[in-house]
Structures are given as C-alpha cells and as structure tokens.
C-alpha cells in the first residue's frame, strides 16, 4: 500500500465520495476534496488535518476545477489518482424529462468529469504516471430499467470515454479504471441527489412504479456496504494490473452477467443478418 499517493476526490461531501475520503485519511493519505458547498464538505468528512484539502470547485466550470488542481499541487506536490465520483441520478421517463433536466444531468455527470480529467491529465502525463477512477454505475453497462433512461445514458458516455481514455493515456504511465457499482446504502436515493422531473406523465405506470420503490423500499436498504466499496477502489489504486473494469457488488455481477448473455444471445440469433451486408 502506498500511502505516499496523493488523492483528488470530486463530490466528496456525501455518498461512495465521502466514505472513501474519510477511509483515506484514517489510512493516512494525503487527499484534496471537492464539493459544491465547502462547508458541508468540511462538517460531512469531521477530520481536521494537514493531510487534507478542503475545496469548494464547480465542476461545471473549468476555471474552479483547474484552480482545484492547482491548489492541491502547490499544498501536497503532486496529485496521483484522481477520483471522478460527483454526480446525482435522474429518475424520470424520457418522454416526461426536458431537454433542460437531460442536460444538466450530463453536464454534471459527463462534462464535469471531463473538466477534471482534462484539467489533470498535463500533471499526470508530465509525472508519466497516475491513475484516474471514473465511478459510473451498473446503469452505465445495462440500461434496463424504466425512468433511468438519462441517468443510464451519462453513465454510459463516462464508460465510452473511459475505454477511449485508458488507450489513450497508457502510453504515459498513467492507469484507467471504471467503477461499476450495484446499490450501496448511501444517500443516492435520498433527496437532492435522485431528482425526477417536473412533468409527470401518469400514464408510465412502470416509471412511478420505480419511482416508489428507489425512494421509499429501497432506500437505505440497499445490499453493498459503502465502506467495503472504498476499500475496493483503495485496493485497486495499488494494484499494479488494475482493472478498467471493476464491478461492484454482487447485484451489478449478475446484471452484468444477464447483459453479456444477452447480447451474445442476439449476435447469434441474428449471426446471419448481421454478416450479410458486406458488398
């Protein structure tokens, strides 16, 4: 294990962010975090350290998200594994989401994460070496389930981008993993972070079946247990051969095992169709 590594973690104030800064620093990492509110971030984490940074940052804007890096570079030196976690869920069906809701959806879950890894890749390529944890979800690899729709299709881009980013900057030194959990009892189902639409379109009886199940059974009642989740993505930021791939839980395992059946299900089902359009 070495504890040497310096961490950046965005939205760390509350969920799988803020239980794994809190585990890093029992652990005795030095850790730069972010989050909307540097109060609250400050009151949710409860430790005062030298080995922690603190920082207010909007993702959103690339202006706070470089000063962020820059500030944890002159406080710590260096940064080495940088920990994309901010974001919220949309619970909504697509017909009833607006366009507004969808984007800002994306801008948080897909272009902030981009603002960080864009701002950070020119200190991790000059160090020619790091590691960058995208947290996507099991909706990013199976997006079966009604009124996720857009919350699957972000989580979806992060995974797309991060299989381009992984070949992309191996070349450097520099480690890619996406992290694909199940359901972990945290507050992902609670309000402000699972936000569904204004306009509501009764007539999706599976959506507001959803919608009642995530926010009233399943909330905190979820299987995975968040601090198990840090100490998986700790384990391995020190694997040598880390994974692009890491699922976690044993819910986002079978979901992920029911969708590789299936689509090979389907590319040989349909084998014939699918090779007859060469020229």
Known sequence: MNNNNIWFVTGASKGLGLTLVKRLLNEGYKVAATSRNISELQNAVGIKSDDFLPLAVNIKNEESVQQAIEKTISTFGKIDIVVNNAGYGMLGGLEETTDQEARDNFDVNVFGSLNVIRKALPYLRAQQSG??????????????????????????????????LET??????????????????????????????????????????????????????????????????????????????LFLGADAYQVAQQKIASVQTDLETWKNLTISTAY
């Open 131 to 164: 590691h960058i944890i995208n947290i996507s979800s099991i909706g990013g690899f199976a997006g079966g389930y009604p009124g996720f729709g857009i919350y699957c299709a972000t989580k979806f881009a992060v995974n797309g981008f991060t299989e381009a």
């Open 168 to 245: 992309e900057v191996k070349p450097f030194g520099i480690k890619v993993t996406i992290v694909e959990p199940g359901y972990f009892r945290t507050n992902f189902l609670s309000e402000g972070s699972l936000v569904t639409p204004r306009n509501t379109i009764y007539a999706y009886q599976n959506v507001r079946n959803s919608q009642s199940m995530h926010q009233n059974d399943l909330d905190q009642q979820q299987a995975g247990d968040p601090e198990k989740a840090a100490a998986a993505m700790i384990s391995i930021a020190n694997h040598p051969d880390a994974p692009l791939n």
